[in-house]
């Protein structure tokens, strides 16, 4: 893998930053997008994802740190400022959290702002993937025989596996699984739905992704043989689907009119 891409002077260009940079920007452009063809004020698509990034950083490191407290109580400098060890529900809960401070102080109206979140947040967790498999941060699959199997030699947490052990490249897995959720959600984002369907359907759809792809990556079982991850999954799941159906948000129409949009 490649955790270092290059070097420019004393300046070193880490892939897994520059992937995470590349998410932020991009959803940082489909929420503005998304919020001038709303009639809000794209320009606030820069301070949400600010926000994002921010609540989203320290969620997923604190959730990394409560996940192996011994290991943050043995060396806590490393576990704060290690450049592995991020959880991706803690970041998604912590910049959930940030963003929806920003959105009351900003006066937005919430379900339609994460409606315009929802499309680019999917596309840039993708691309955040990209990042992970290119750093190899310790999230691959179990020992796999198939053809498409990889090795993590210059992973940034440590590759244990002797040589000829392949594992499944779940980093692409997932990569490929976010692609699919924001086309939905970018195809049917201007078909009259109620306020909030392509959050909810964010919540189903990716968190549907995780709780498969979960099957074949290395976390350990914690209830019912499910992960942490798995677990978390399906109260996501549940949410998403209990708020479709509460708001027939599954009945998104076919056509491209948003005449009949609640707003």
Not at 21 to 47: D, H, P, Q, V
Not at 183 to 208: D, E, K, Q
């Amino acid at each position: 893998m490649y955790p270092v891409l290059f070097h420019l002077g004393p300046l070193t260009i880490y892939s897994y930053g520059l992937m995470m940079a590349t998410a932020f920007l991009t959803a940082g452009y489909l929420t503005g997008k998304e919020l001038t063809r709303k009639g809000l004020n794209g320009e606030l698509a820069s301070t949400l994802v600010f926000w994002a990034a921010v609540g989203g950083l320290v969620g997923a490191r604190l959730f990394a740190i409560f996940g192996d407290w011994s290991g943050f109580v043995a060396d806590p400098i490393h576990s704060l400022f290690s450049g592995a060890g991020f959880v991706w529900y803690g970041g998604l809960f912590g910049g959930f959290a940030a963003v929806t401070w920003s959105i009351r102080r900003h006066r937005l109206p919430w379900l339609v702002t994460v409606d315009c979140i929802a499309p680019g947040l999917a596309l840039a967790h993708g691309i955040g993937r990209i990042g992970c498999q290119l750093a190899g941060d310790g999230d691959w699959g179990h020992e796999t025989s198939l053809p498409w199997g990889m090795t993590y030699p210059n992973a940034i947490v440590g590759w244990h596996y002797p040589p000829g052990v392949c594992v499944h490249p779940t980093p692409l897995y997932e990569m490929a699984l976010y692609v699919f959720v924001f086309m939905f959600l970018w195809t049917i984002r201007t078909r009259p739905h109620p306020n909030g369907t392509l959050f909810w359907w964010y919540l189903v759809l990716a968190s549907a992704a995780r709780f498969v792809v979960e099957f074949v990556r290395i976390n350990p079982p914690v209830v019912f043989s499910l992960t942490e991850a798995q677990v978390i999954s399906v109260i996501l799941v549940a949410i998403g689907a209990w708020r479709l159906l509460a708001a027939r948000g599954f009945a998104v129409q076919p056509t491209a009119s948003l005449s009949a949009s609640k707003q």
